[in-house]
């Protein structure tokens, strides 16, 4: 499992190669909310899943402009997921794509940079919380290491902007 877990931070190679928003794993995940969504009456749900299905159709064709967006729709969706029907696999696997997307734009520089870190480090955070809840505790604590090497530097450069953050995700591995 742990190798998964590498191989998938890491293989920076094959994020790149992929167009954004267009990765087969997010389309097999956003079908797998339409299956969901059938026969349900949660109305926030169909309207969270079609505004993200639109913001994935633009973000291949403007990436930079709505791939933000589409991350931030992705995450949202998948804590919606987790929150109201217990679809925390599923939440995590949306919350993993919108890391990578995060993840690809941050690697192409720009502006956003701090932000697009921000959002990387609220998705995992947040993949590290469904994991667990999702029964996967070692990938969780693997995840949340993961946030704590990235999220330490900061902490030590600006004690007082980060310090909960690293506090809790210490106490979580602990």
């Known amino acids: 499992m742990f190798h998964a877990i ?11 190669e992929l167009k954004l928003a267009q990765s087969e794993s997010l389309i097999a995940a ?3 909310v339409h299956a969901l969504c059938y026969g349900m009456p949660d109305s926030k749900l169909r309207e969270q899943l079609d505004a993200t299905e639109s913001l994935r159709r633009h ?22 997921l ?5 679809a925390h696999s599923l939440a995590c696997s949306l919350i993993r794509e919108a890391f990578r997307i995060y993840h690809q734009l941050s690697s192409s ?6 932000n697009l870190m921000t959002r990387q480090w609220t998705a995992l955070r947040s993949l ?8 996967k505790d070692e990938d969780a604590i693997e995840v949340r290491q993961r946030y704590i ?17 690293l506090a809790e ?5 602990g």
């Open 30 to 32: 956003l079908q797998e």
């Open 109 to 114: 520089g720009g502006d956003n940079e701090a």
């Open 59 to 80: 973000a291949g064709l403007r990436p930079k402009q709505e791939g933000i967006r589409l991350g931030d729709s992705l995450h949202n969706l998948g804590v919606h």
């Open 169 to 173: 995700s210490l106490h979580f591995v």
């Open 149 to 165: 090497t990235t999220i330490r530097p900061l902490v030590e450069s600006n004690p007082g902007k980060h310090t909960p953050e």
């Open 82 to 86: 987790s929150k109201t029907h217990n």
């Open 128 to 135: 590290s919380i469904f994991l667990s809840k999702a029964g």
């Open 6 to 16: 590498f191989n998938w931070f890491h293989d920076e190679e094959s994020n790149f």
